[in-house]
Nanobody, 123 residues
Framework: QVQLVESGGGSVQAGGSLRLSCAAS?????MAWFRQAPEKEREGVAG???????NYADSVKGRFTISKDNAKNTLYLQMNNLKPEDTAMYYC????????????????????WGQGTQVTVSS
């Protein structure tokens, strides 16, 4: 069973920054960050493919950066210029396949999930 452990969440004021980390127990080809706000659907925030290609939700483009350290099996999400609407539980996700069947932002691409880390942005 693959384990994903997120860290780095917290409370910040609007305009601030946070860096999330996700330590994986093994290498996985594709990884992503999702988030879920209260009473909302879980949505894809950013994804990174096995070859390093990245994808972002429109709402975070230009503010968030996803990256991965393959040597450490660790995924990161650098979040800058945070907004109150970024407030959510953030989840790390990973999938075993090299290719996307449904698209990077589909939950069906990933069969391993972390427990989540809370991000709260105040205005």
């Amino acid at each position: 069973q693959v384990q994903l452990v997120e860290s780095g969440g917290g409370s910040v004021q609007a305009g601030g920054s946070l860096r999330l980390s996700c330590a994986a127990s093994t290498y996985l080809f594709k990884m992503a960050w999702f988030r879920q706000a209260p009473e909302k659907e879980r949505e894809g925030v950013a994804g990174i493919a096995h070859d390093g290609r990245t994808n972002y939700a429109d709402s975070v483009k230009g503010r968030f950066t996803i990256s991965k350290d393959n040597a450490k099996n660790t995924l990161y999400l650098q979040m800058n210029n945070l907004k109150p609407e970024d407030t959510a539980m953030y989840y790390c996700a990973a999938g075993p396949s090299r290719i996307y069947f449904f698209g990077w932002a589909s939950r069906n691409e990933y069969n391993n999930w972390g427990q989540g880390t809370q991000v709260t942005v105040s205005s």
